[in-house]
């Protein structure tokens, strides 16, 4: 069994995730620069008097395929460097994958993650 | 020393003015104006002041200097001889400002007009036909600019009557806020009204070239390297610096916290408020006089803009219309005779000159106001003035230009 962790955190906790995950021999990751909003609806940014409401932010999204017995590792990983307490410090989602494949050798499941 | 003698050190120092004049449209205005509007429109915005300069600088060699410039006819405008500059050597002296050559006089005034008109793209950033504002430039200059430059500084009617600015307080920003005005009207609002700066950083730059820059166009406006010169250049620093500080002070009590775009914007106004002033003022005078204009142009922004509805995309009337205007009258307050003879405030015991400075206001207002309607009603009937919805929507740099500023 497969699983696919998405986390949104902080872009600025990217590094200190990236080399925890490293730590614990997860090594894939796929990064992506996101825009987002959660319960706190962003910030207010004031230019010549007038304030408008930023309501979304940059976040970071990170993409990890883990076997399943993996999985709690990985989110406590990025649980303790990821967090700070304060709002805006993100989400994570975890769903199945039916499959993987890596595309040099045609290898399948567990073997291709 | 010979007051119709070419003096080195007045051409030298011209030279230098007029080289830093320059350097406030390109890239002054263009940084300045380019950081403050959305990405997708920062080359269109940057390239309205670029070709403003190059079409002002074809079209002043050839015939509009003349026009300003050139000995007065009854008042109102020049002769126009010597057109594409035939006839003129490089011994020939300025007639208005005979220690330097004609030749750099004329690069100096050529300047000024490039950045009038490249002042007003600010207002219509965003939602302006590009090819109609390659006519509107030419246009503008001939039409608006030539008679007013001449009757201020060609030694026209406004000048005879006793109206002083010293470096362009209602021959540049009055006129241009208040085409911006009229123009940013006609056109309408753009779909997305928000003053979301994509890249303050560029602003930031782009004001300070300004604010270096200026010391040629106020210092410069002497047309000497002298006494006078100097203390322009000292009125403009000190005026500057407080209209910075001053609007970071009102943001600081209206909003609890100092911005940068407040503190760039106070240091502009500071500096069109001291342009026409800055020749005749002392420095208590030029501290006053920065202080308080970004009260009026803060006002303007956030209250007239907001009151009347038009969308005056990045306040070219309310920094440089109200903050012109202010200097304008503040001139007739301050102007003290022991700074400059030619020039004797209402503080100094010369009432007269509010009447002259009103008349001069007045006249640029609907001079400039009226043409700029004319132009904009003449060029949205043929070529059209205004983009289509869709391409405003997918932003000037992609759908007028196949550009795109940023590939990160």
Known sequence: ?113 | MDPTALNSGDTAWMLISTALVMLMTVPGVALYYGGLVKKENVLNTLFMSLIAFAITSVIWVIYAYQLAFGTDVGGLIGNGANLFFNGITSATLAPLAPTIPITIYAAFELVFAAITVALISGAVVGRMKFKAWLLFVPLWITIVYVPISHWVWGGGWLAKLGALDFAGGTVVHLDCGIAALVLCIYLGSRKDVRLLPHNLGYSVIGAALLWFGWFGFNAGSALAANGLASSAFLATNTATAAGMISWMIIDIIKTGKPTVLGAITGAVCGLVAITPACGYVTVTGALIIGFATSFFSYYAMTWLKPRFGYDDSLDVFAVHGISGLWGALATGLFAAPFINSLGVGLFYGNPMQMVWQLIDIGTVVVWSGGWTLVLAYVLDKTIGLRVEPEEEREGLDISLHEESGYRI
Do not use: H, W
């Not at chain 1, 979304?56 to 709690?72: F, G, Q």
């Not at chain 1, 649980?79 to 499959?99: H, N, R």
């Open chain 1, 1 to 113: 069994m497969l699983k696919e962790i998405t986390a949104i955190i902080r872009p600025d906790k990217l590094e200190e995730v990236k080399n925890a995950l490293a730590e614990i021999q997860c090594k894939g990751v796929t990064v992506t620069e996101v825009k987002g909003r959660g319960r706190q609806l962003g910030v207010t940014e004031s230019y010549r008097g007038r304030d408008y409401k930023v309501d979304l932010l940059p976040k970071t999204r990170l993409e990890i395929i883990v076997n399943d017995k993996d999985t709690d590792d990985v989110i406590d990983i990025i649980l303790k460097t990821a967090q700070t307490g304060d709002i805006g410090d993100g989400k994570i989602f975890i769903s199945p994958v039916d499959d993987v494949v890596r595309i040099r050798t045609g290898e399948r499941g567990e073997k291709a993650v």
